[in-house]
């Protein structure tokens, strides 16, 4: 089976399940070795990783794409990857999202933020007249079992939890598979979200937002079918290295910062394949 048809399986059948945001080849290595079932390419992530940038719609598709390609050589999960609000309108979208599924990606995310806000600090999204053409243009682009999930920011940008609703129950009617409502603010609006969106959902489990709060069972209870963890992997690797690097400025050594590392080095050289290479190409030499 191939991974869009594991992607699509995953949706269909009735497991919860947890699937952590990354950003390279490593996390993808380390989201295969511990045993998880699918990756998320977070665009935030990737920006801070790849760019070194904040995510304010910096990325374009090369750097999304280039990405996209490496990991799915390097890692045997389905991915699921970010694509913001598909780089302009239909055709950017359709164009977009066939790039993804020819480098690899089993599915997309599109969502309805508008990049680049007219402001910095402004906080809009894109009026579904807008948004919906992209999500059909996308559809008809793709294969069949390739997943499409749409990211409205309504809720978390005071358009309200029944706009939210409303723009998830439509995206399914032009073609999404999964659909999940940002910025859920307590009990209530999980709920109300699990209650009345005709459509498969996934939920944001981002550290910083209520959501987060809720456990494994609960979300069960509540009908959710995926969870996402986006920023786990970034937030935890910057804590890695900042702690590393201060020991090393401090101490002038990292003898004591071994325990926080891979160590030996050679666990994370054959993590990423260094011995099974070496040995499928060595027998050329003899």
């Not at 780089?87 to 020819?102: C, D, P, Q, R, V």
């Not at 600090?121 to 749409?150: Q, T």
């Not at 101490?251 to 040995?279: C, H, I």
Request: aromatic share 10%; with cysteine; charged share 25%.
């Amino acid at each position: 089976m191939n991974k869009t048809k594991k992607l699509r399986e995953i949706l269909n059948n009735d497991e919860f399940i947890m699937i952590p945001g990354i950003y390279d080849c490593i996390t993808a290595r380390y989201a295969e070795k511990v045993g998880f079932k699918c990756i998320f390419l977070s665009g935030g992530s990737l920006a801070y990783a790849k760019l070194g940038l904040p995510d304010v719609g910096l990325l374009n598709i090369s750097d999304f794409s280039n990405t996209i390609l490496n990991i799915c050589q390097t890692s045997k999960l389905p991915l699921i990857a970010d694509m913001d609000n598909g780089f302009g309108n239909t055709i950017h979208a359709a164009h977009a999202a066939s790039l993804y599924e020819k480098c690899g990606a089993s599915g997309l995310q599109i969502d309805d933020k508008l990049l680049p806000a007219t402001k910095p600090s402004s906080h809009e999204i894109i009026d579904f007249s807008l948004i919906g053409p992209k999500i059909k243009a996308i559809r008809d682009s793709v294969s069949e079992d390739f997943v499409i999930v749409y990211r409205t920011a309504a809720n978390m940008y005071d358009y309200g939890i029944d706009e939210a609703i409303e723009r998830v129950n439509k995206a399914k009617e032009l073609g999404a598979d999964c659909a999940y409502v940002d910025g859920l603010k307590d009990l209530d609006e999980v709920k109300k979200v699990s209650e009345e969106a005709k459509i498969k959902l996934m939920i944001n489990l981002n550290e910083k937002g209520f959501p987060a709060s809720l456990n494994y069972d609960e979300l069960v209870e509540f009908n959710y079918k995926l969870g996402l963890y986006p920023m786990s992997s970034v937030l935890s690797a910057a804590f890695a290295v900042e702690s590393v690097f201060e020991d090393l400025i401090t101490n002038k050594s990292t003898l004591k910062s071994r325990d926080r590392m891979v160590y030996p080095a050679l666990k994370l050289y054959n993590l990423m394949g260094l011995e099974e290479v070496t040995e499928e190409y060595s027998k050329y030499y003899k």
